[in-house]
């Protein structure tokens, strides 16, 4: 060891050559551009690497937290999907609905039900356009394949129908083939199924026979669709006829509303009051 | 040291002939590792290479080329109690400073290469003139200040 030491001191001047040539290759490697691109580069790994790390460890830290946010955007989300696939429908079943009403009926007014009120007796629908929308009462309301019943109270916003299926309903009807008059109504019952009364025995009336609105109608155009007669059987005085109606109430959500109304001259001079029961 | 460092680097390495230039610092670390010894020539040289690599900007060359030229000058060191006549003191400078020169100019046109010039053509110059003009300023300045630093 201590002849070691002696080669060592000795030698210092070779020690000290062997540094400085180290220190000075050293410094040469490190002006070198590769060379610090690649220490960059390396670092830039290491870097990378130790972030990754330190993410994927936070991110097992956050986990319950990031679970949380994605089911409250999954919510957002879904809520989005949803009210965005309920105005494509509506979109779609306006368009239907005004791309399958006859040429005159363009000029109605779509309305949407929004609510219904289904008994035995008091059937009752409320629809989305009101007073602002330019609906009064008494007015028309139907769908391309015929009459669904007659405006009876108007909000701002909203209207209350009086379908025909209800038992206040009436309407003045008349038969495509026959000319047979008489007046629809609804009873308790099946809803497709309504009855056509005041109609005599003499009367040439088939079955198969579209009915439509009459003239004699104090809120109603003529020729609006109503039914097609499905059975007729003859009492002493008069028939009993069923009507089945045109309309399915049971998938109606879309109607049209009619501007048109018969003259109310001609309603005055028969001294009929618009407001009353039936017609 | 910084003043030589600052003379070599604005003044005589413009006294360019065929990209050969004299080297000054090179003389004066052989003189120093000469005179005083191989250890401190190899450090001195280090230092002086360091300084004017930061002048050219080529530090670690500088440093290498330094330390080679104390180093191998350091074998022609005379020792003060040698009792060395002048002479032999001036042969030995002569030595030290040719042998410095050569190593160094070789280093340097092996290492640093600018001009993609081929080694046929770059170590003659590097080595032959740019030994010969250094030797030319090394016997200048050795008859006119070094000799003088130098005790009989």
Redesign the interface.
């Known amino acids: 060891m201590l002849s070691l030491f002696r080669f060592i001191a000795k030698h210092?001047?070779y020690l000290?050559?062997l540094l400085?040539?180290g220190?000075?290759?050293?410094?040469?490697?490190?002006?070198r551009k590769e060379t610090l691109d690649a220490i960059r580069e390396r670092g830039l790994a290491i870097n990378a690497s130790v972030a990754t790390q330190l993410s994927n460890f936070t991110g097992i830290l956050n986990l319950r937290q990031d679970n949380e946010q994605l089911l409250l955007q999954n919510a957002r989300l879904f809520s989005q999907v949803m009210r965005q696939q309920a105005e494509l429908r509506d979109a779609k079943e306006t368009q239907a609905a005004v791309a399958n009403a006859p040429a005159w009926a363009r000029q109605f007014k779509i309305a949407r039900v929004v609510d219904r009120r289904f008994s035995a007796t008091d059937n009752m629908l409320v629809i989305d356009s009101g007073a602002s929308q330019g609906i009064t009462k008494d007015m028309t309301v139907l769908t391309p394949d015929g009459l669904v019943g007659r405006v009876m109270e108007v909000s701002q916003n909203y209207a209350k129908v009086l379908p025909v299926i209800n038992n206040d309903f009436m309407v003045s009807v008349v038969s495509d083939s026959s000319r047979t008059l008489g007046l629809l109504s609804w009873q308790n019952g099946d809803e497709r199924i309504a009855h056509m009364e005041h109609v005599p025995v003499s009367s040439n009336l088939k079955v198969g026979e579209q009915v439509t609105t009459s003239d004699f109608s104090t809120f109603a155009i003529r020729g609006i669709p109503v039914g097609r007669v499905v059975r007729i059987s003859k009492d002493k005085l008069f028939c009993n006829i069923d009507i089945r109606l045109a309309v399915d109430f049971a998938s109606l959500s879309y109607v049209l509303i009619s501007p048109a109304k018969p003259s109310r001259e001609k309603i005055e001079i028969m001294g009929a009051d618009p407001g009353r029961k039936g017609q | 040291m910084l003043t030589l460092a600052l003379v070599q680097h604005f003044i005589v390495s413009r006294l360019l002939i065929f990209h050969a230039s004299p080297d000054i610092m090179a003389i004066f670390i052989a003189f120093v590792s000469m005179s005083i010894g191989q250890r401190t020539g190899t450090t001195f040289g280090f230092a002086a290479g360091l300084i004017g690599g930061l002048l050219t900007g080529n530090v670690g060359l500088s440093a290498l080329i330094g330390t080679v030229e104390g180093f191998s000058a350091g074998f022609f060191h005379v020792p003060e109690e040698s009792h060395a006549t002048s002479v032999k003191k001036r042969r030995m400078f002569y030595a030290a400073s040719t042998v410095a020169l050569i190593l160094g100019n070789m280093l340097l046109a092996t290492l640093h290469n600018p001009l993609s010039l081929p080694a046929y053509v770059r170590l003659p110059q590097m080595v032959g003139l740019g030994t010969i003009m250094s030797m030319v300023l090394g016997t200048l300045m050795y008859n006119f200040v070094l000799k003088k630093l130098l005790k009989d």
């Open positions: 210092t001047a000290y050559f400085y040539c220190i000075s290759i050293l410094l040469m490697q490190l002006q």
